[in-house]
């Protein structure tokens, strides 16, 4: 059970990113800022390390072809370095939570010596065995590139805990790596890595029981193994949909097996609704507006994909339901109504794969649970949480439908799925204001969306640096700090710019007819009331 979340990302000398810049992420994280901003940078940090994991060759410790494509580590390093022997990188470092099963820990390393382990460890609270553990967990990658090669240099591993923090730091020295344990050589502690996630071995037949190198091991297996096991799995199934959509065809090829995510551009949307299109999926429904006032949903609704995707749809103002019309040995089409989905517009093939990644990210799909329950016994079924990377969703959709996104984004976060979202669209987070000032006063959905919505405001200087703001809703509809300039103001200026206009333009045409003579006639009386 590791229940693993996503808690941070701090960056330095990451592309714009140059002093150490953190970034703290909640179950729905809004990021806004002006094109160029270094917005998409904070996503392609998790891309990086993404792609890296899924290269089938486990020595190549950090991949740079993929979703992030650079010639050389130096072109994702802040100013472009020079070439040179030694270029110093970029450092990311990830900030992770997980539920470690301390027992089966225990059980695998032969129940060691539990005042010895907390002694040598400086971990107080291995003094007695427990079932579990959360821990929060931290790994640095100091990158750099050695004679022209990618290398990671470093990983540092810290545990979180506040009452007895601790670092484990992994260098390459002389073609091998070697480890310290807060600050003291493990000479006896072996490193193999796994791309960047490190493995510590000990050869138990050369130290004794009793022996400090053997407790830091045994420490390590018990405070990072479970947990770097936690960030792999996470960073691997990391769902990323991106701005840009292919064209659709007007007939699609069947898959032969069901694919596994959306693709990219959401490519392949279409073969996961025609393989799955039966199978169960759970999802809240987005919110609902019942008199002006944002509703809750209650019941978390289990449905096969394709009667799902319809029900969402419906709620986002989409009224004409998608099926799959299968042409035998041929292949399929999508249809809305008596239209293919090549010739129903931009907007709902942008749509489409938003709505699917959603229902697909349940973390209990298609497990042939069939029952609809409450939120709170469907995030205990769960057991884990799903991560999605959003870049511009509201992409050619109505003005409305993208405010109604806002519903379906809150929806997704309130049932186990955690958002980053980039986006340009002030509907979006106009509807997202809208909810927290709709919402009753200390209301359950209220103190959600205070709570748990975060909108992070990139701004770059005139040097090419960064900057991030962190900003929360407030109950008025607000925000705690600034909007990024030219945001938000922009629809109210020009608003603004129109009525003044308008007034101008009138007194002008009124000079121009020149002076407005009065009809001084009285009103004729009347008994009637005014």
């Known amino acids: 059970m590791s229940n693993a979340k996503l808690l941070a990302v701090n960056l330095e000398r990451f592309k714009s990113f140059k002093e150490p810049t953190r970034v703290d992420f909640s179950p729905l994280t809004i990021i806004l800022g002006r094109n160029n901003s270094g917005k998409s940078t904070l996503i392609q940090s998790l891309l ?5 994991l899924a290269d089938p060759r486990p ?3 950090l991949k740079l072809e993929g ?21 110093e990188g970029p450092e990311i470092t990830v900030e992770w939570e997980s539920t470690a099963d301390v027992q089966t820990a225990l059980e695998q390393l032969s129940w060691p010596d539990f005042p010895n382990l ?23 990658l100091r990158m750099a590139e050695l004679e022209g090669e990618t290398h990671i240099a470093e990983i540092r591993l810290r545990s979180l805990d506040e009452t007895a923090p601790t670092e484990v730091r992994i260098t390459h020295t002389e073609k091998r790596w070697s480890c310290q344990w807060n600050g003291h050589s493990a000479d006896k502690i072996g490193v193999e890595l796994d791309h960047f996630i490190p ?23 018990i405070l990072f193994a479970q947990p770097l096991e936690a960030l792999k799995k996470l960073l691997s199934e990391l769902h990323y949909l991106g701005s840009s959509r292919q064209p659709p065809p007007s007939m699609f090829k069947a898959a032969t097996t069901a694919p596994n995510e959306i693709g990219v551009s959401g490519e392949l949307a279409a073969q996961l609704l025609h393989r799955r299109q039966r199978d169960i999926v759970h999802f809240l429904p987005p919110l609902q507006l019942s008199e002006g006032s944002p509703v809750l949903p209650e019941t978390v609704l289990a449905r096969p994909l394709v009667d799902a995707v319809n029900a969402v749809m419906s709620a986002l103002t989409v009224t004409v339901p998608v099926r799959v019309e299968v042409i035998r040995e041929i292949g399929f089409r999508l249809m809305f109504g008596e239209a293919s989905l090549a010739h129903v517009g931009r907007g709902l093939g942008y749509l489409l794969p938003i709505v699917e990644l959603g229902l697909f990210a349940d973390p209990i799909r298609f497990s042939g649970s069939t029952d609809d329950m409450t939120l709170d016994t469907y995030n205990e079924q769960c057991g884990a949480f799903t991560h999605i990377a959003l870049e511009e969703p509201e992409a050619h959709l ?7 996104l806002a519903h379906w984004l809150v929806s997704l976060a309130l049932a186990n799925r955690r958002l980053i979202v980039e986006t340009h669209s002030d509907h979006l987070v106009r509807r997202l204001r809208g909810l927290a000032a709709r919402a009753g006063r200390n209301s359950p959905l209220e103190t959600w969306l205070l709570e748990n919505v975060v909108v992070l405001t990139v701004e770059q200087n005139e040097e090419g640096r960064s900057m991030v703001t962190t900003s929360r809703l407030t109950a008025e509809g607000g925000v705690a700090e600034s909007w990024p300039a030219d945001f938000m103001d922009e629809a109210t200026d020009e608003e603004s710019a129109i009525y003044y206009a308008k007034l101008d333009k009138a007194e002008a045409a009124t000079h121009a007819a020149g002076p407005v003579e009065f009809d001084e006639t009285p009103e004729p009386e009347t008994d009637e009331a005014p």
């Open 59 to 61: 020595d190549v410790t």
């Open 67 to 87: 979703l992030i494509d650079a010639f050389s580590l130096r072109e994702l390093t802040f100013g472009w370095p020079a070439e040179a022997v030694t270029v």
């Open 48 to 52: 990086l390390l993404k792609q890296t």
């Open 199 to 221: 493995y510590l071995r000990i050869d138990r037949s050369d130290v004794g029981p009793r022996d400090r190198q053997r407790a830091w091991h045994n420490a390590y297996m």
């Open 118 to 140: 907390a002694k040598h460890s400086g971990v107080t609270w291995l003094k007695e065995p427990l079932q579990w553990k959360v821990l929060r967990t931290a790994m640095t």
């Open 398 to 404: 109505h003005p409305k439908v993208a405010s109604r």
